[in-house]
Structures are given as structure tokens and as C-alpha cells.
């Protein structure tokens, strides 16, 4: 089945340390994105890679790093920069960037021991 | 930059009413999407939509750009439409996403 998947579904983060979220698509899709959602908030967008080995800063990338070396993945980061990461953090993907319809992934949750 | 307002932010309906949402935005877009978020998270696409009119089963949406609204509409609602209703526009000569405010909807039985 052709789709995107996030891991992991939860993820624990202790103060000062890096994680790194996975995002993978089979959708053969040139754009992917990650957003960040806070409770009961909307969408806000972290980073996007509109093609290989390409990215740009969406409105909240302090404190957030990504990488796009392969067309199927789009890693982000979270590194000890990032002061309040407790969030919801949504992967996903379109044909173009902002064009044609967005797909995600089914979020992996972060909180802070 | 472009702001992205839904209304209302808050619906409660009885099973089988019919309900109208609003997306307004700020400027000129050239994409914009409805989106369902169920109550596990999942961001479920609804429809496609920078202009004119789609239907599908039980929901429709109008998007009328040159006066910067799009409507989704909602009719025989049941009880798993329930979660938060979300559009999303793509400002002109941008390739950015903006999610709007979301409206939460609850379905009784």
C-alpha cells in the first residue's frame, strides 16, 4: 500500500538531548513537510523539502533541524535548542510543494521526562 | 502574512442535522484543502478545492477565491464526523502551507 509512515508513535525526551523523528513515503512525491501541533491548536509548519537534497524554513524551524537525502525520507530533528518540544508532530507530502493535494502520516507524539 | 479564519470554532450537532463550515483567508491562494483530524490525530484528506464546487457522498465544498471563502458542508451528519475540521491554503507565489484555526465539531447520538 502506497502511504507515509512516522516513528515512533511516542518518543520521550530527557532535557539536553537531540531526537530524530523518521518520516518515510512510498508516494513517489517531490514535496514533504513537517508541522508541529500544540493541544487544541491548529498546523504549523517547521520545515519543507520541495526536492532532493533541498530544504527550506517553514515558520518555526528554531531549534529544529531536517535532512533530505533520499526522495523517500525526510528526517527531523529535535535538538536540545528547542526549549518546548511537547507537541504533535505531523509528516507529510504532495507532488509538488503547495500544489496538488497533501497527504500525512499518522503523527509520532513527543513529550519531555 | 495571510490569515486563515474558520468559523465557528465550536459546533455541536444532533446525528442526521446538516452544518455549514467557513474558511476565509486574507489574500490570494492558489491551492487550498479541507482536511478532517479524527480524534487519534490522523489528518484525513476531504477535498482539493482552490476553486469552484466538489461534492462527495455526504459532503460538499465551494471554494469562491476571488472573494477569498470556502465553504464545507456537512449534511446527515453522524457521530464519527466528530473531530476538528481544518483548512489550508497556499498564499500566491508561495509553496507554504497555512493551516486555519480549525473548528471542533461533536455529533450526538
Known amino acids: 500500500d502506497g502511504g507515509i509512515t512516522q516513528s515512533p508513535k511516542y518518543l520521550f525526551r530527557k532535557e539536553g538531548q537531540n531526537v530524530t523523528l523518521s518520516c518515510e513515503q512510498n508516494?513517489?512525491?517531490?514535496?514533504m513537510y513537517w508541522y508541529r501541533q500544540d493541544p487544541g491548536q491548529g498546523l504549523r509548519l517547521i520545515y519543507y523539502?520541495?526536492?532532493?537534497?533541498?530544504?527550506q524554513k517553514g515558520d518555526i524551524a528554531e531549534g529544529y533541524s531536517v535532512s533530505r537525502e533520499k526522495k523517500e525520507s525526510f528526517p527531523l530533528t529535535v535538538t536540545s535548542a528547542q526549549k518546548n518540544p511537547t507537541a504533535f508532530y505531523l509528516c507529510?507530502?504532495?507532488?509538488?510543494?503547495?500544489?496538488?493535494?497533501?497527504?500525512f502520516g499518522p503523527g509520532t507524539r513527543l513529550l519531555v521526562l | 502574512g495571510i490569515q486563515v479564519e474558520q468559523s465557528p470554532p465550536d459546533l455541536i450537532l444532533q446525528e442526521g442535522a446538516n452544518s455549514t463550515l467557513r474558511c476565509n483567508f486574507s489574500?490570494?491562494?492558489?491551492?487550498l484543502q479541507w482536511f478532517h483530524q479524527n480524534p487519534w490525530g490522523q489528518l484525513i484528506n476531504l477535498f482539493y478545492?482552490?476553486?469552484g464546487t466538489k461534492q462527495n457522498g455526504r459532503l460538499s465544498a465551494t471554494t469562491v477565491a476571488t472573494e477569498r471563502y470556502s465553504l464545507l458542508y456537512i449534511s446527515s451528519s453522524q457521530t464519527t464526523d466528530s473531530g476538528v475540521y481544518f483548512c489550508?491554503?497556499?498564499?500566491?507565489?508561495?509553496?507554504?502551507?497555512?493551516f486555519g484555526t480549525g473548528t471542533r465539531l461533536k455529533v450526538l447520538a
Open positions: 507529510a507530502s504532495s507532488i509538488l510543494a503547495g500544489r496538488e493535494t497533501q497527504y
Open positions: 508516494l513517489n512525491h517531490d514535496a
Open positions: 523539502s520541495q526536492i532532493v537534497n533541498d530544504f
Open positions: 489574500d490570494s491562494v492558489n491551492n
Open positions: 478545492i482552490p476553486s
Open positions: 489550508a491554503v497556499v498564499p500566491s507565489g508561495t509553496y507554504k502551507y497555512i
